[in-house]
């Protein structure tokens, strides 16, 4: 047993001797059983080993590398078993006998994964709002089903249902963080339905306070004021009563000056603070009306249209029927520019207009002097000597002032000039070459885009724990634009993500990189067309300040998304994708883009080298029409296709050789005799450097440094091992295994509460969004299978361990994969107390029900993505 964790024996307190009996029958291991209720009935109760229950054929039992459950003492020699494919041994005084049937077996995890990565509701058809074409091509049908959806029950689209957190009666605004003698005024006036009544909304309307977190406020601790006020869970922790001048006791808020005084220092809005990206409501509204105007893709798409409508005039002059398209018309208009250049004209569109406009002022000074002449010669003839003298002096007097009177209107036309070309002027585009530089380097693990768990707590998390590089939640281009309140939040980053990650170069110095300007979050979307991504870029770089680089997702295999043309279908569209990441690059501002792609579409058929070519080199269209390269500043490469979505192991022998490819490119360029087919510098990315980084199966630091040396990749990206356990960046910083005990783990489950706390609200409402989270992790979390359990090392994430028990009752309790154990973590049965050593006090601390997070809301619901589990099905009956 765990020296710093004991099992409570004792009665539980509050409990006499007479609820606690002191015999027990025995009792069979039933197939709804949760790991921990197993443990005690085969320890506590001596289930005998012949149980009807354990028995299974010898094939089945070899099958799963089961060892006979039995006394330590029966057994005078473990066996070791040979390390197979697709199974975690455990070693032998940890295994569980399985209760049999398929309630025994742990599930596979692969239909998790799956099951996991389209959960969320803007994924499925009847609840998305990211699309208006869809939804304007399905008016029709909707009025015909009008009756229908009148009558369909509200919410059964959506494929989980978390019920509600919510107050029993909810505070007006106008009260919410003001004194009780003191709200401001109630728009609504006597018609507002929501609660005036402080005191009665104290009493009944909310739930009472919590006591977990030592009963701080944990927003109110790190910035000494709340903004949910008197509708946090904690409100008594910053509030009290006090006697006014007249006598009458009044209910205040509180604030600390002194954590005020920190948290003024730490970047992010008022309400939000320590947060950067966040973007006010009234630029959402605008964005929402369309108010909000991007000049910079209009004009960049409007000169994209007119290039194609000259190649379309060119193919119709020479007799094309069919549209060549967009880098076609590109070619012939450079043609043309060279063909000109050869015969010593000019092409420059500007300088053929000044010089029409000279040509035409040239002719109007001749005829004006033509004129001028004519009524010279008829005043000779017809006046006298004196006449003539006179005329002639007349004349030199109104050359003068006609020379006096073009000068001045040559001049006022040159001011006017100058301002018309200042009033036309736009800024050029950062070329590729001229954009922010970054790093990757072995120094560097990279947190993957995570669906759902990428949230800002886990993130904040995972940085405290090694992390250099992090990413946002993958994010549609088109909620984006419309300006939803969702899909702006994915954007935010907490202050610790906006540092500049670790820089440690074996080569020295990387050249025109500065580490003091780069920082940790960047920002992945996901468009299907060149102008949705055009429109996301503009956006993104124009409102949110802190981003080390834009990723364009080209790996997502979600159907629905990849129906659209996003995603991983754009991995059949190479020439579109090319002219995407272009369009993106010229808009960008001085943020890099990135790219993170899979190795093609079908199974055992990849193209990601073909790919990888093309958007370095760029297509040979493009070549031609000397466009320049993708200008792409990385390159991930996932090692899976998307058809095989996250079965079997990733193809890291395939990441190789791409690495090698883009290593041979580079060589290719030096190589290459004739330069003028070479790409110009001014399109190449972080001085001709496209960085490649490899992602799939990352488990271990062991993994992180073998795929660094054999693949040959500049970094490794982490997703799913950083679920399971988010310590894996710390374990590749130091070089080892780090065996975490369940009271570490649990410490930093407390820390995902709090910085969940600070970033949903302490409210009813963003506790429930907190639980919601918390859980969906631990559903990740309960995979992870201590290290001094294995039998064999490295471990292997798509490995799955049979049925075992912790060293201590929380960590039976963390492993086991019954999302009822989960909610056991978090708000525990009041008959199952245990003691926790704590070193930092030395003291003994009792865990009852409320953990964390307190009592579970009555409407609080919570479904486990992996439904297909049977155990779960079964432990429902």
């Given amino acids: 047993m765990d020296p710093e964790v004991q099992s409570m024996e004792t009665v539980p307190k509050g409990k006499t001797s007479e609820t606690a009996p002191t015999e027990q029958a025995v009792q069979s291991i039933l197939p709804g059983d949760s790991t921990v209720t197993k443990m005690e009935k085969a320890e506590r109760d001596s289930v005998p080993e012949t149980t009807a229950e354990f028995e299974q054929s010898p094939s089945k039992r070899q099958k799963l590398g089961f060892v006979p459950y039995g006394p330590m003492d029966m057994l005078t020699e473990w066996p070791t078993p040979e390390r197979r494919k697709g199974v975690a041994h455990i070693k032998p005084q940890f295994l569980l006998p399985p209760a049999g049937g398929a309630a025994g077996e742990r599930s596979s995890g692969v239909e998790r994964d799956d099951a996991a990565e389209a959960s969320g509701n803007r994924y499925h058809a009847d609840n998305r709002s990211d699309n208006r074409s869809n939804n304007r091509s399905n008016r029709s049908d909707n009025r015909q089903n009008g009756r229908d959806k009148k009558n369909k029950q509200k919410g059964q689209n959506s494929n989980r249902n978390f019920g509600s957190s919510r107050d029993k009666f909810p505070l007006c605004n106008s009260r919410v963080t003001k004194p009780e003698f003191s709200p401001d005024e109630c728009q609504f006036g006597d018609k507002c339905k929501l609660e005036h009544d402080l005191r009665k909304y104290l009493k009944d309307g909310k739930r009472e306070d919590l006591t977990v977190l030592d009963g701080l406020c944990p927003t109110w601790d790190s910035t000494g004021t709340c903004p949910v006020g008197w509708k946090c869970r904690f409100v008594g922790s910053h509030s009290k009563e006090h006697e006014t001048d007249d006598g009458r006791k009044e209910l205040i808020l509180t604030e600390d000056p002194e954590r005020m005084a920190k948290a003024n220092k730490l970047p992010g809005a008022e309400d939000e603070v320590g947060v950067v990206n966040v973007v006010s409501r009234d630029a959402k509204i605008k964005l929402s009306k369309r108010i909000t105007k991007t000049p910079n893709s209009d004009a960049y798409l409007d000169w994209t249209m007119k290039i194609m409508d000259q190649g379309r005039k060119n193919n119709e002059r020479q007799g094309i029927k069919e549209d060549i398209g967009l880098t076609k018309a590109m070619a012939d208009n450079v043609s043309a520019k060279q063909e000109a250049s050869k015969n010593g004209d000019s092409f420059n569109a500007k300088d053929a207009e ?524």
């Fill in 354 to 877: 000044g010089s029409s406009e000279a040509m035409e002022g040239v002719s109007a000074e001749k005829d004006v002097g033509e004129d001028t002449s004519s009524a010279i010669e008829v005043l000779e003839d017809t006046s006298t000597e004196k006449d003539t003298e006179q005329a002639s002096a007349k004349q030199e007097d109104d050359e003068a002032s006609s020379n006096e009177k073009v000068a001045s209107e040559e001049a006022s036309t040159k001011k006017q000039a100058i301002e018309e070309n200042r009033a036309q002027y736009i800024e050029p585009p950062f070329l590729p070459s001229e954009k922010r530089r970054i790093y990757y380097g072995p120094e560097t693990p990279i947190l993957a885009p995570l669906t759902t768990q990428g949230n800002l707590p886990f993130r904040r998390l995972c940085v405290e724990l090694g992390a250099q590089v992090t990413w946002s939640e993958m994010a549609m281009g088109m909620p984006l634009i419309q300006g939803e309140r969702s899909e702006w939040a994915l954007m935010k980053a907490h202050e610790s993500e906006i540092r500049p990650p670790k820089y440690s170069p074996a080569n020295g110095i990387v050249e025109g990189y500065d580490n003091s300007k780069d920082i940790k979050f960047g920002a992945q979307i996901a468009a299907n067309k060149p102008w949705l991504a055009v429109k996301t870029t503009e956006i993104l770089t124009s409102h949110c300040p802190s981003l080390r680089a834009i990723d364009l997702n080209c790996g997502c295999p979600i159907e629905l998304v990849c129906r659209d043309g996003a995603g991983s279908a754009l991995l059949d569209s190479a020439g579109k994708l090319e002219n995407i990441l272009r369009g993106m690059n010229a808009i960008s501002q001085e943020v890099p883009i990135t790219v993170k792609i899979r190795m093609g579409t079908k199974d055992r058929a990849p193209t990601a080298d073909k790919l990888i070519k093309r958007l370095v080199l760029g297509g040979y269209e493009t070549q031609a029409a000397g466009l320049g390269t993708s200008g792409v500043a990385a390159i991930t490469l996932h090692g899976r296709s998307k058809q095989q979505r996250y079965t079997r192991s990733a193809d890291w022998s395939y990441i190789a050789e791409c690495s090698a490819l883009i290593n041979n490119l580079k060589k290719e360029r030096w190589d290459q005799t004739d330069t003028a087919g070479e790409a110009d510098a001014r399109h190449q990315p972080n001085n001709g450097k496209v960085y490649f980084v490899g992602n799939g199966d990352c488990y271990s630091h062991i993994d992180y440094q073998t795929h660094l040396q054999d693949a040959g990749v500049d970094s490794v990206m982490v997703a799913r091992g950083a679920l399971i356990k988010p310590w894996i960046f710390e374990e590749i910083e130091t070089g080892q295994y780090l065996d975490k005990t369940a009271t570490e783990r649990l410490a930093y489950v407390e820390k995902f509460v709090k910085y969940g706390l600070q970033n949903w609200g302490s409210d009813e409402i963003g506790v429930g969004t907190t639980r919601k989270f918390l859980l969906e992790w631990l559903s990740f979390a309960c995979r992870y299978v201590p290290v001094a359990m294995l039998e064999h090392l490295p471990p292997n994430i798509q490995d799955r361990a049979q049925p075992f028990k912790g060293r201590n009752e929380l960590e039976s309790l963390m492993s086991s994969d019954n999302y009822k154990d989960w909610i056991k973590i978090r708000c525990p049965s009041s008959d199952l107390p245990f003691l926790i050593f704590e070193k930092k006090t030395q003291s003994l601390t009792l865990w009852h029900s409320e953990m964390f997070l307190g009592p579970t809301h009555p409407n609080f619901r919570f479904e486990p993505k992996h439904k297909s589990n049977s155990y779960d099905l079964e432990a429902e009956g």
